[in-house]
């Protein structure tokens, strides 16, 4: 248990610095090409960095996001629970978030596949895109892990009590 | 059974998972994927799930959120909401009420450089109630305005909320910022207003405070201006076309942490706060928009957004009541719910209904910003108030006794835009066109 934790949150905070360097990357860059346009020399691609950059940010943020509990739920309703019934549906929720981002892993590294088979590449800068689809396809991997490490965490409470 | 009521069923689905307390952009996927691989097939719904979040988190436009997101928070871990409240402090604080006043002025402008509501709260709770409690004001008067005043940064750019409303709607942004300024304007000057009749009526919520000499109150200026002077030149540059949103966001959160860093206000540990606040931010809104992608791509097979405006532009009812009806599906929806994740989640069935009725769309997204502005306030998900009272450990009876009177000039500054579509419209026209 611990062994897992350790792992999904080495994964999830090792990827959010990731995703803050690259966040301060895109405002470093957008803020050059803006001068660099003024001045005539504006830097080429930046959009197309800047999609592909925005992609992974969001990717990398995605497992340390859940840890946080970042995302929005209702928990109105289940505050009237029991704790044994908040657990169950907790876990219920997991499973279904697991089912989703285990679909995810899959869909994105297929379609990273058919990404470099076909070699598609950006307009401008001819940047393949099939590293942003099997760098989602991994930071969804972890985020499947997050939520395992989850579930594990609520069974270990439950075994405390 | 048709697909409309098969679309149907699965949005209570949808409703009853919400319940269950999973993330809501969970439960948005899984349904969104379940119902399109139920239609269509395993196969092409698994394409259709890859394909939407890729596309959505790799769309250049999406990726305003996460810088404009940045600069309030490098704003807000600096500290500039105190400078800015100290300085309305000494201009205002001698008035009955003042400091209140100074409260709504100086989240006003802060609001000019973050547009998060919570951070604005937040700040405001942790700097203004402390001052206004020193100086005898009543908790009611001093918790309610500061549970309120956040919601200000729905309405003003850079808005979050305006940006994903532009976003899912495809409107221009520079545009929606626009339209947003006069009635935010307007919502703070009613929240003045309401400020000074309240201690008219009763002086003993907000006495006078100390008075400062204006020596003191113009060597404060400068923090105010340079807040001021970003925020104009991001809507100059936005309003000319001399940048994207994306590139207003990049160049507001450099010129924040460059000023921010040249006046000491902000440290290494100070920037990655903000980076990390950002993230987490920013991928909530942003994983809510991809998922939303997916859900709207089933209802749209399922028919619903056509059978739905079908059916009530077909209802014998005038326009403006179907419109009004609206507006209350969003408050109401985004009361039970998150304000912005309702707006995401109900914006493609309800915006084309609104197009159709021939109501203007940046009247449209003001509108639908106000009704996230009243939900941010109102029970039982009211985000600011919370805050509040995570903060100042005071009763949610007192707060929300203190709410309720800026509450109701919320809703007249509403009706106001509902009655006069004008005010929301002219700037955009007149700077734009």
Same mark, same amino acid.
């Given at each position: 248990?611990?062994?897992?934790?350790?792992?999904?949150?080495?994964?999830?905070?090792?990827?959010?610095?990731?995703?803050?360097?690259?966040?301060?990357?895109?405002?470093?860059? &957008?803020?050059?090409?803006?001068?660099?346009?003024?001045?005539?020399?504006?830097?080429?691609?930046?959009?197309?960095?800047?999609?592909?950059?925005?992609?992974?940010? &969001?990717?990398?943020?995605?497992?340390?996001?859940?840890?946080?509990?970042?995302?929005?739920?209702?928990?109105?309703?289940?505050?009237?629970?029991?704790?044994?019934?908040?657990?169950?549906?907790?876990?219920?929720?997991?499973?279904?978030?697991?089912?989703?981002?285990?679909?995810?892993?899959?869909?994105?590294?297929?379609?990273?596949?058919?990404?470099?088979?076909?070699?598609?590449?950006?307009?401008?800068?001819?940047v393949p895109y099939y590293p942003v689809a099997y760098g989602l396809s991994f930071c969804c991997l972890v985020e499947c892990l997050v939520l395992f490490v989850d579930i594990l965490q609520v069974r270990l409470g439950a075994e405390h009590e | 059974m048709s697909d409309v009521a098969f679309g149907l069923i699965a949005l209570l689905i949808l409703l009853a998972l919400f319940l269950t307390g999973i993330e809501l952009a969970f439960a948005m996927a899984a349904v969104g994927f379940v119902g399109f691989a139920m239609l269509n097939g395993f196969s092409v719904a698994l394409s259709l799930l890859a394909n939407d979040f890729l596309d959505s988190l790799a769309s250049y436009g999406l990726t305003a959120i996460p810088l404009f997101v940045l600069m309030g928070q490098i704003a807000f871990n600096a500290g500039i909401a105190k400078r800015l409240y100290d300085t309305n402090h000494k201009f205002l604080g001698h008035i009955p009420g003042g400091l209140a006043v100074a409260t709504v002025m100086g989240a006003t402008v802060f609001k000019a450089i973050c547009g998060s509501v919570v951070a604005t709260s937040a700040t405001f709770a942790s700097v203004a109630i402390p001052e206004m409690e020193r100086f005898g004001y009543s908790k009611k008067l001093a918790t309610g305005i500061v549970a309120t005043v956040g919601t200000l940064g729905v309405l003003l750019p850079p808005s979050i909320t305006l940006i994903v409303f532009g976003i899912l709607t495809q409107q221009s942004i520079g545009k929606l910022f626009m339209a947003g300024i006069v009635p935010g304007l307007i919502m703070s000057s009613f929240f003045i207003l309401v400020i000074l009749g309240w201690c008219k009526i009763n002086p003993n919520l907000g006495p006078r405070s100390s008075r400062f000499s204006w020596q003191e109150r113009w060597k404060s200026l400068p923090d105010v201006a340079w807040p001021i002077a970003i925020f104009l030149i991001l809507i100059g540059g936005l309003m000319n076309g001399f940048?994207?949103?994306?590139?207003?966001?990049?160049?507001?959160?450099?010129?924040?942490?460059?000023?921010? +860093?040249?006046?000491?206000?902000?440290?290494?540990?100070?920037y990655v706060r903000s980076l990390r606040e950002a993230l987490r931010t920013a991928c909530m809104v942003l994983l809510l928009i991809a998922f939303s992608a997916v859900l709207g791509h089933f209802i749209a097979v399922t028919n619903i957004p056509q059978a739905a405006a079908d059916w009530i532009l077909g209802l014998p009812l005038p326009k403006t009541v179907?419109?009004?009806?609206?507006?209350?599906?969003?408050?109401?929806?985004?009361?039970?719910?998150?304000?912005?994740?309702?707006?995401?989640?109900?914006?493609?069935?309800?915006?084309? +209904?609104?197009?159709? +009725?021939?109501?203007?769309?940046?009247?449209?997204?003001?509108?639908?910003?106000?009704?996230?502005?009243?939900?941010?306030?109102?029970?039982?998900?009211?985000?600011?108030?919370?805050?509040?009272?995570?903060?100042?450990?005071?009763?949610?009876?007192?707060?929300?006794?203190?709410?309720?009177?800026?509450?109701?000039?919320?809703?007249?500054?509403?009706?106001?835009?509902?009655?006069?579509p004008q005010l929301v419209t002219y700037l955009p026209v007149v700077l734009m066109e």
């Open positions: 248990m611990q062994g897992f934790l350790r792992v999904a949150r080495g994964f999830s905070s090792t990827l959010n610095v990731a995703g803050a360097l690259l966040l301060t990357v895109m405002m470093l860059l &957008t803020v050059f090409d803006v001068i660099l346009r003024y001045l005539g020399r504006p830097l080429t691609g930046t959009f197309e960095l800047m999609s592909f950059a925005g992609a992974l940010v &969001t990717g990398f943020a995605l497992a340390q996001s859940t840890f946080d509990g970042a995302h929005v739920n209702v928990d109105l309703v289940i505050q009237a629970l029991s704790a044994r019934k908040k657990a169950v549906l907790f876990i219920l929720n997991r499973l279904i978030g697991i089912g989703i981002f285990v679909l995810l892993t899959w869909a994105l590294f297929e379609k990273g596949n058919d990404l470099y088979k076909t070699g598609e590449v950006s307009l401008t800068l001819q | 940048f994207t949103p994306t590139e207003a966001g990049s160049i507001g959160a450099f010129a924040v942490l460059v000023l921010c +860093m040249l006046k000491r206000d902000i440290t290494f540990k100070g179907i419109i009004i009806i609206i507006l209350l599906v969003y408050l109401l929806g985004g009361s039970f719910i998150d304000d912005l994740a309702f707006m995401i989640l109900a914006t493609p069935i309800f915006y084309p +209904m609104i197009l159709k +009725m021939g109501y203007d769309p940046l009247w449209a997204g003001i509108m639908v910003a106000c009704t996230v502005c009243i939900g941010s306030v109102i029970p039982p998900v009211a985000i600011c108030v919370f805050v509040v009272k995570n903060i100042t450990k005071e009763s949610l009876g007192l707060i929300y006794r203190g709410v309720y009177p800026f509450l109701i000039s919320m809703i007249a500054c509403m009706v106001l835009l509902f009655l006069f």
